[in-house]
């Protein structure tokens, strides 16, 4: 059974859509995260909810809008895509927020690719 | 603020050799975790280990072991007689109490490469 499942697994689109990924976890966790990996492998957070509450909302354009319609999804929509999205989005689940020591298991991974 | 630093880049092996991966973290908090995730060409992330700040002793899983020094700030981890399927980048992270509830600082990640 997959924990963290994220769709879709590629996206490939033009400048200025819109797009949004999907991400579900069945692990029973409170908290989701979205972060994102360049090109260089780099990992950023940049957005995460505890209970269908924003708790970390790093410094992302406001192009990037996350929604939790329950604490088992956290989608992520992408307006006016730019060259500069491009990367690969991982969402992840944690049991709670616990003062930071809980464990984050992370998706699959979405490859977007904005042409 | 949190920073990990993970200082090389890409380790070249040939298999049934040791790797040893560096971690050096810096952190003002006084309770704090430590995580390592692998990262295979299939692209997903893998959870390896946490350590808490509290908790010194070194772990061995398998051909894994990790070793924590906090006097210098390292949470190293070494993969003994490597194989070609240890081949992937190797993410340090922390997670520090006081700041933003689960925020991890992911290191730059290692690229181990074994060959047969």
């Known amino acids: 059974d997959t924990a963290v499942s994220q769709t879709p697994k590629y996206l490939v689109t033009q400048m200025g859509n819109d797009k949004s990924i999907k991400c579900e976890q069945n692990?029973?966790?409170?908290?989701m995260y979205w972060y994102k990996q360049d090109s260089k492998k780099f990992l950023k957070i940049m957005f995460s909810?505890?209970?269908?509450?924003?708790?970390i909302n790093e410094t992302v354009p406001n192009r990037f809008s996350p929604k939790s319609p329950d604490k088992a999804h956290l989608n992520l929509h992408i307006n006016s895509l730019e060259l500069g999205d491009s990367a690969v989005y991982f969402c992840?689940?944690?049991?709670?927020?616990?003062?930071?020591?809980?464990?984050?298991?992370f998706g699959p991974g979405t490859r977007l690719l904005v042409l | 603020a949190q920073k990990v630093t993970q200082a090389q880049t890409e380790i070249s092996v040939v298999e049934k050799e040791d790797v040893t991966l560096d971690c050096v973290y810096e952190t003002r908090d006084t309770t704090y975790y430590l995580f390592w995730y692998k990262q295979p060409p299939s692209g997903e992330l893998v959870f390896l280990i946490r350590r808490n700040s509290f908790d010194e002793q070194n772990e061995i899983s398998g051909r894994y072991s990790w070793n924590f020094q906090k006097s210098t700030s390292s949470f190293n981890f070494t993969i003994t007689a490597s194989q070609v399927v240890d081949s992937a980048v190797y993410f340090c992270?922390?997670?520090?109490?006081?700041?933003?509830?689960?925020?991890?600082?992911f290191g730059a990640g290692t690229q181990v490469v074994v060959t047969p």
């Open positions: 692990l029973g966790h409170d908290t």
């Open positions: 909810y505890n209970n269908k509450e924003l708790i």
């Open positions: 992270a922390l997670s520090a109490a006081t700041d933003s509830w689960g925020k991890f600082q």
């Open positions: 992840a689940s944690s049991l709670g927020l616990a003062g930071g020591q809980e464990t984050q298991y």
